[in-house]
């Protein structure tokens, strides 16, 4: 008889100690001994972060330290620092909190019907449609965050083709120099000389976002594929990678360069305001390591940035039809569930990455325990406590096989009071073996979501069933609950974006009808569209824009082959091939309602970002899609350019909405009848009533040398808010008219 003999190997591994200032997850993750692939520094030495300041003094004993400051974001602010100078400042009182950034990586790929869908095209041709003025987003900065951007694009030049609108261009990544003003690296391009040829080469994702939300369109048949502010100022900001080491994956995402992007959105405010023009800023980025309840580091600085005239619009998320999200309300039990990398199937090795939050002031624990198919089980960790506040890493050497986890655990996060534990688990055989976590607490809530493989760009979730193992009677299974993503969708002072179909099919250029006859169009929310709430309770998304096979811009230059299925024109520009694509995700969604913000901005610069935030949720569109609003799916409803614009003017009040003299009425409000009183006017003359969704009531007969003086009566309308539009000549003058 043969005997085999199995061997265990089993070490142990945990972190160093921190002094008083409490580090982030991240920040334990990157200085850990057993995670030397995280590089930290940049090319000058640097590591970039963010740092919780309970004191004004600050800056002064930084400053002493010699610590670089970039950037100031309420008690948040933004550093960059030599490793050697971590241990002289963790031990400053007025650190409470710092979060180390190692790689921002690149998003996940994270427009005449979508115009015609949001109103836009009413806005655009506003002197037809009741306006005072066409809005086009002339005199509003758009600025873009993100990677892969095409500068010489046409949709970035006028109508014309004779200029670029680009006026300001910040690749974060860039050695070269000059870095902007009051930043300590990068290169700033400020003319079009400059800009134009400096083409980022990071794929095309920035080049399709920024068309959605203000191209031009220039080269496309009468501006077929221009975005929504087609004559905004535009401001990129390339994203800079501390890492390059580290590929796109779960945690990439987790060291993403929150530092670096919120210097790009103070970087994009402050070029704004330094020209007296009002700002709105896209990001169409997310990732799923964090608390989700605005109060990370990166949503509590947001929240310093925005004001009058400074909007954010942020994506909410691609992960609507993905069970990467679960919880479980602990009552002195324990919960099980499966956690797998979704596309587990097509390759040998497994690995997983989750992000575990307890509630407030509690305490659980987590076990990672390895299984085959027959159920036995492998290798397992002991169960670590949040409280341990370390990280731990465990390997095994069993089964013929390598097994590791790692936990990086918090046991209160500073800003939220919340225990955290962050788990990496790896196996080397999908086909044999499972990832089970089982997690215990007396009482505390506990939330989690999957980011997929650890070290590559996939995605994850958690399941009771996975092939022939089935636990549904005894474990957890996830949900699609909760997936607003960090970044673009978790922050209150962001306005989320979730992603409707507008379309369902279109023909490419190869002359294929490209269909998915799972949407019916028009307009309703897709599958994967990210659900709220936020865990604090918030509706996410805040609104609902198209984000499904939307066309718009690629960058030339990344540009291949496969992509010829979703490109539905080639135009030449410049002597140079140029391409109109579809892509789709809440990506896309985000930039058509920045842009549509941009006109808003047009029509009263002098708006706060929570008034253009009330704006647009107040008067989205609402049917028996969306159901009764506001909900986690469609948010407040689908977003309507023209009805925002409108509302936008009424902020602004009734003289601002005037153009001349103007005309006026009494009372307003009114009830059963109302006075009109019009300037002088000649043969050409037009008075019409319009209701708030664009909808002509009614046009009064004007002849020449009428009385100025009209009474209405208006018993027959119902109460609510109308538009009185009256023309003369060349002359256009409005009027909000308020029923009670």
Known sequence: MKILFTFLFFVFFTAFTFGQTSYSNSSKMALNSDLKDLTLVDEKGFIHALAY?????????????????????????????????????????????????????????????????????????????????????????????????????????????????????????????????????????????????ANDLDGSHATHVAGIAAGSGYTTPNLQYRGMAPEAELVFVSIKYSNDTLAGSALGDYVVANPTILDAYKYIFDYAASVGKPAVINLSWGMHTGPHDGKSLF????????????????????????????????????????MIENNRQWRQRESVYS???????????????????SKKSIAKSPFIYSSSDKVSVFKFNTDSSIFSVAFICQAKNPLNQKPNITVMADHQNQRRYAIIAHVVSDSSLVHAWNSGATREWTSGSFTNKLNKLDFSKSYTNGNTNYTAGENGGSSKAVISVGALAARSAFRNVKGVWVNDSGYVV?????????????????????????????????????????MLDKTLLKTVFRND???????????????????????????????????????LETTATVDQNTGAVPNNRYGYGKVNAYNAVLMALQYAGINAMNKGNGITAFPNPFTDEINIILPSYGNNTSLE??????????????E?????????????????????????GGEIFILKLVKN
């Not at 009058?308 to 602990?330: I, T």
């Not at 309602?593 to 002098?606: D, E, S, T």
């Open 53 to 197: 300041c309970s004191s004004n003094s600050c800056d002064s004993e930084l400053l002493e330290k010699g610590i670089k400051i970039n950037g100031h974001f309420g008690p948040v602010i933004s550093i960059q620092v030599k490793l050697e100078q971590l241990e002289s400042i963790q031990n400053l009182s007025c650190i409470t909190y710092i979060e180390i950034s190692s790689r921002c990586n690149s998003t996940h790929f994270k427009n005449d019907i979508e115009r015609q869908t949001t109103s836009v095209d009413k806005v655009q041709n506003g002197l037809s449609n009741g306006l005072p003025m066409n809005y086009t987003g002339k005199g509003v900065v758009v600025g873009i965050v993100d990677v892969g951007f095409q500068c010489n694009n046409p949709t970035f030049f006028t109508t014309d083709g004779k200029r670029n609108r680009i006026v300001r261009y910040w690749q974060q990544s860039n050695k070269q120099g000059p870095a902007p003003s009051g930043f300590n690296y990068g290169t700033e391009l400020i003319d079009s000389n400059s800009i134009i040829p």
């Open 299 to 338: 949503d509590i600085a947001t929240e310093s940035l925005v004001g009058k005239g400074k909007v954010l619009v942020g994506a909410n998320g691609n992960e609507g039809d993905n069970n990467m999200h679960w919880s479980y309300q602990f009552k002195r039990d324990t919960a099980s569930t499966i």
């Open 522 to 562: 028009p307009v309703n929310i897709t599958r994967f569209s990210s659900k709220g709430p936020s865990v604090d309770g918030r509706i996410k998304p805040n609104i609902s824009a198209p984000g499904f096979y939307v066309p718009s811009s690629i960058n030339n230059k990344q540009f291949s082959g496969w």
């Open 689 to 702: 009533l319009y209701g708030l969704d664009g909808r002509l009531i009614h046009a009064f007969n004007l």
């Open 577 to 615: 091939t140029q391409y109109w694509s579809t892509s789709s995700g809440t990506s896309m969604a985000a930039p058509h309602v920045a842009g549509i913000v941009a006109l808003i901005l047009q029509a009263n610069p002098k708006l706060t970002a929570a008034q253009v935030k009330t704006i």
């Open 704 to 728: 020449p040398k009428h009385a100025n003086h009209l009474n209405i009566q208006t018993s027959d309308l119902e109460k609510g808010i109308y538009i009185l539009k009256f023309t003369d």
């Open 355 to 373: 992000d575990f939050w307890g509630s407030k002031n509690s305490n659980f624990a987590i076990q990672i325990e390895f299984i085959d198919t």
